[in-house]
Each structure stands twice: as structure tokens, then as C-alpha cells.
């Protein structure tokens, strides 16, 4: 499966308000300094017009789920432990390069969600807010299963899980 014509381009996802953070191919690292800054965000306009970059996106006031499938870890498994089968919820998902998946939401309402490397649903699934990257097509390796939209049109991230990643980030401050 490819990336379908109508798949946002990173000028739409920005002027849809997504923090982007162009990435160069080689080495793979940020293309830009400070991007994880706000003010990077008014620096984007060259980077915009480079086809050679790939593109992420810094969940700022959404949340990505990272669901991986690497190293042992079967993150679309663990989700359906829980009870989710992201085949039937409505949200934008991204196949990765290693076949894993972002599930795109918004941030639920109350206190934001924090995510990191650390914070973890189950093994598998690695929640990604404020903190992390997301890569997105057309980045090389991540095809559209279903395309992002303006922020404002994403579901919210399901209660139950919202719930589950509030405990795990809770825990993880307490034991840093």
C-alpha cells in the first residue's frame, strides 16, 4: 500500500497547526536546530519545499499511540489485550518501517498527557505526547492507512486508555 494521493502534505499538516520536524535521510537525525521549540514552527517555509526530507510530527496537544513491532515487542497484540482493536477505531494510523503503527488522538481533557520513551501502556505500545517523534508519510518506509486531519476532527483517545497512560506516566515520575 502507498501513500494515497489525498494524504495531507506537510505544508496542510502545518497549516493545520502540527509541530513538523523535517528529518534528513542520511544521516537521520532533525534536519533543523531547535525544532522542538515553538518559535521552530516560523522557521519550517525552506524546509517545506525540500522533497529529499522526511517528515515528523512533535505531538504537542495530540497524542500518538506507537504501537511497535520490533525487537520481540507486539504492540497490535498488546493493544487487543486491552480490549482495542485499531481496526475498528476511527483514528489516522500509519503503517512504520518495522510494520508497528501511530494512532493518532487528541489530547483527552484535563491535565495533558505526558509521553516519552519510558511511558508505556504495555510493552508494545509506547505513548508518545509533549516529548517523541512520530514519523509520517511520505517519509521513506511509512505508508497512510488512514490520513490525518485537522487536530480538531481526531477522536479522542479512549477513556479506558487515557486512564491506563495518566497511571503509567504517574508512576514513572515517581520513580525518576
Not at 513491532?69 to 512504520?96: S, V
Not at 476532527?153 to 508512576?171: F, I, Y
Request: charge should be positive; proline fraction near 11%; hydrophobic fraction near 30%.
Amino acid at each position: 500500500m502507498t501513500t494515497p494521493p489525498d494524504y495531507p502534505l506537510p505544508t496542510e499538516l502545518h497549516a493545520w497547526g502540527y509541530h513538523l520536524v523535517p528529518w534528513s535521510r542520511n544521516p537521520r537525525l532533525p534536519a533543523m536546530k531547535g525544532y522542538l521549540q515553538p518559535e521552530s514552527q516560523q522557521r519550517l517555509t525552506g524546509y517545506l519545499r525540500m522533497p529529499s526530507l522526511d517528515w515528523a510530527i512533535l505531538p504537542t496537544d495530540t497524542v500518538c499511540l506507537d504501537l511497535e513491532m520490533k525487537k520481540g515487542l507486539d504492540g497490535i497484540r498488546d493493544l487487543l489485550d486491552m480490549g482495542f482493536d485499531w481496526r475498528e477505531m476511527t483514528c489516522p494510523a500509519t503503517k512504520t518501517k518495522s510494520c508497528g503503527l501511530h494512532l493518532w488522538f487528541r489530547q483527552p481533557e484535563g491535565a495533558p498527557l505526558v509521553g516519552g520513551e519510558r511511558v508505556r501502556l504495555a510493552p508494545g505500545i509506547e505513548c508518545k505526547a509533549q516529548t517523541g517523534t512520530c514519523h509520517i508519510p511520505p517519509s521513506v518506509g511509512y505508508t497512510c492507512l488512514r490520513p490525518l486531519r485537522p487536530k480538531e476532527e481526531l477522536p479522542m483517545l479512549p477513556d479506558t486508555l487515557a486512564e491506563k497512560w495518566r497511571s503509567v506516566q504517574t508512576v514513572r515520575r515517581e520513580t525518576k
